[in-house]
């Protein structure tokens, strides 16, 4: 029977059959568990309990997650008392749901009568089960069939391998439309992730829980040194709301109003995730001590959201406000940029309105666009310099620390007995 115990109960090392699943211990040496929550820093504990519940069931490769816990007698968390409340719990009821499906069995030889036992599956799975051939065929046989195998998309893996493979922390730009401000903080000699946004690649949709979990999993390993989202105003435009007819929150309800018709609900809803997705990034990475930046424009009523605004205003963070019409842009464009350091504060500029004319970002431009669109990606030099206040971070251990790396522990990684005599200066005798 599989049974849950904090792990302050237990004198490094780890019992074989204990299988640890929290964030990480120093002195039993664990490294983060690929069974953590990452959840848990970015949201009440409560609520990301329900979130882990749901990353987890929309796992394609469930099964095998699961399977090392199958075999386990012991799930170790790092709560505080016997009495867990923890996603452990969530990960033993998984277990006991799939108990019969877990179980590793021999792969049976071609031609060879003996087979596994057998999968019956439930009435969701008898639509695919039909499809893949029939219901008595086990899983090993049955997945023969399948022309392409589970798991992440490949582009998503070269997230992944990219983001590992930097020398050094880097600065990582989510929601990055045409990639501008990645181009000047490459020019600064940053190390850079891949520009995240669903227009560079499809599999890219940042409001995909499965996707979330990649992005804070590599947050949690200390590989970001500056993050910077700035995600699409949606519903939150001062440009639409400040007209009644077309309104679809305000300050006073900056969570939407009740009863919209649908569309404008559609569009709301929207806005209200992308702005809690925004706010789970951030947050995690705070946990691990990195810098972060957030963009709006500034009339944006995001930051009126209850959650965001507490997290915003408040000491630590900076604000900074800039016209980019001061960089030589032929519109003013008034935007915000909060961020967690104080090198943000020297791309302030105040506006110039009263040294030329600019244009009124209302209707179309000559080209047939919105203005709105054409004026979406950053100014040129608004972005150089920009990446310029940054400079004097490049040399800072915030950058060049080593991030941890997450994952099961890797035993073979640790000081030989060899090297451990050295490093405490034993002499043989004799």
Known sequence: ML??????????????????VGSGSVSFGLKPSVWLNPFAYSEEYALSLG????????????????????????????????????????????????????????????????DCPEFEPG????????ALGSRSSNETTRGINVQKSVGYPSSWSLVISDVRAAPQRIFWEVFAGCAILITMF????????????????????????????????LIFEGRVA?????????????????????????RACPEGFWNPPVHRAEKVRLGNALAEFSLKLFRAQEKVHG?????????????????????????????????VSAFGAPWAKPTLIFA?????????????????TLIYLVGNAPCGRKWTAVAGPYWLEFAREWAKVWDSALSSEQVLAIPQVAGLQCFDTFPSLESRLVQQGFQPSG
Request: glycine share 6%; net charge negative; hydrophobic share 45%.
């Open 3 to 20: 049974k849950v115990h904090p792990l302050q109960i237990f004198c490094p090392p780890l019992p074989i059959g204990c299988v640890y």
């Open 51 to 114: 979130s882990y519940r749901s990353f987890a069931r929309i796992r394609p490769d469930l099964r095998s997650w699961l399977a090392p816990l199958g075999k386990a007698s012991v799930v170790v968390c790092d709560c505080n008392s016997r009495s867990c409340g923890c996603h452990a719990r969530v990960l033993l009821k998984l277990v006991q749901e799939n108990g019969t499906q877990i179980e590793v069995c021999a792969v049976p030889e071609l031609g060879d009568d003996r």
């Open 123 to 130: 009435e969701a799975e008898c639509d695919m089960v039909g």
């Open 186 to 217: 490459l020019e600064r000699n940053w190390c850079c992730g891949p520009p995240m946004d669903v227009e560079i690649d499809p599999t890219f949709k940042l409001l995909n829980p499965a996707f979330l979990c990649v992005l804070l999993g």
């Open 226 to 250: 500056l993050l910077h989202v700035a995600p699409p105003c949606s519903s939150f435009p001062w440009a639409v709301n400040r007209w009644w007819r077309y309104a679809m929150l305000s």
């Open 291 to 323: 810098w972060w930046q957030w963009e709006q424009p500034l009339d944006c009523l995001m930051f009126v959201l209850r959650d965001i605004h507490a997290f915003v205003y408040r000491v630590g963070v900076y604000l900074s406000e800039a016209y």
């Open 340 to 356: 967690n350091c104080e090198a943000i504060l020297d791309v302030a500029r105040a506006s110039l309105n009263g040294t030329r």
